[in-house]
């Protein structure tokens, strides 16, 4: 299993960045995939998510501006993130929906993420 977040980066509000996930195959095939955040003390958010045929879905705060796609060639899922403001910093992390659990004891698995700031 393996989640490899990368593209994150310090922005003044108002830009852009675009996130990229590597995944393994084996998790990412035919799997629904996501995009989510978390900023310390807060419980992490589902912010968008894609399906294997490319339906798309976004939580109300990202709506109309962020973008998710997918290549299910190259088992990479993206996010486009347009209009940034203060509130989207976070650390961002990719994953299937729901995600992926590992071991005999199930435990959530999680990549390193990769952190967004976003000045004002």
């Known amino acids: 299993v393996q989640l490899v977040e990368s593209g994150g980066g310090l922005v003044q509000a108002g830009g852009s960045l675009r996130l990229s996930c590597a995944a393994s195959?084996?998790?990412?095939?035919?799997?629904?995939m996501g995009w989510y955040r978390q900023v310390p003390g807060k419980e992490r958010e589902l912010v968008a998510t894609i399906t294997w045929e490319g339906s798309t879905n976004y939580a109300d705060s990202v709506k109309g501006r962020f973008t998710i796609s997918r290549d299910n060639a190259k088992n990479t899922v993206d996010l486009q993130m347009n209009s940034l403001k203060p509130e989207d910093t976070a650390s961002y992390y990719c994953?299937?929906?729901?995600?992926?659990?590992?071991?005999?004891?199930?435990?959530?698995?999680w990549g390193q993420g990769t952190q967004v700031t976003v000045s004002s």
């Open positions: 994953n299937t929906d729901p995600p992926v659990r590992i071991g005999a004891r199930r435990l959530y698995y």
């Open positions: 195959g084996n998790i990412f095939s035919i799997n629904a």
